[in-house]
């Protein structure tokens, strides 16, 4: 084997090992959703939720938390961050139309964070959600 050669194997042996990880770096930082890889943290009960229509919970370390009922599948929960991408006022829930609205400019998301109106052009960080018994559990906040 030539010099060449070998460096073109190691070259080509040094990128199959490396770019996996380097493309699973960049694509994690540049999500603005967030998955659920670590911890789930109480924020509110089933009971509160539908009492109240909506549990918002600002105590927790990361982030404020949204959490509501999809309108069109009641089983289905939907957590967000309420904070709007385009100049950060707080969204609000409008069940009727299954929609958050943020209405310092009228940007409206739908229920997976994405930008149905705009000035927003940045979906909302949406969060992994569940139930245990009672208790709505959120990921990663
Ligand atoms: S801050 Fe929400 S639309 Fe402008």
Redesign the pocket.
């Known amino acids: 084997m030539d010099r060449r050669t070998f460096l073109n194997w190691v070259g080509v042996g040094l990128l199959a090992n490396y770019l996996p990880i380097t493309l699973a770096a960049c694509s994690s930082k540049s999500s603005t959703t967030k998955a659920a890889t670590s911890g789930f943290r109480t924020v509110g009960t089933m009971k509160q939720l539908e009492q109240d229509g909506q549990i918002l919970n600002e105590q927790l370390p990361q982030a404020p938390v949204l959490v509501v009922q999809d309108s069109t599948n009641p089983d289905k929960l939907v957590a967000i961050n309420p904070v709007?991408?385009?100049?950060?006022?707080a969204?609000e829930w409008k069940k009727q139309r299954n929609v958050f609205l943020?209405t310092?400019?009228?940007?409206e998301f739908d229920t997976t964070g994405q930008v149905l109106s705009p000035?927003?052009k940045i979906p909302l960080v949406t969060y992994a959600v569940k139930t245990e018994g009672d208790r709505i559990l959120v990921g990663n906040v």
Do not use: E, K
């Not at 709007?84 to 006022?89: A, L, S, V």
């Not at 310092?104 to 940007?107: A, G, M, R, T, W």
């Open positions: 709007c991408t385009h100049r950060d006022c969204v943020c310092c400019h009228d940007s000035p927003a």
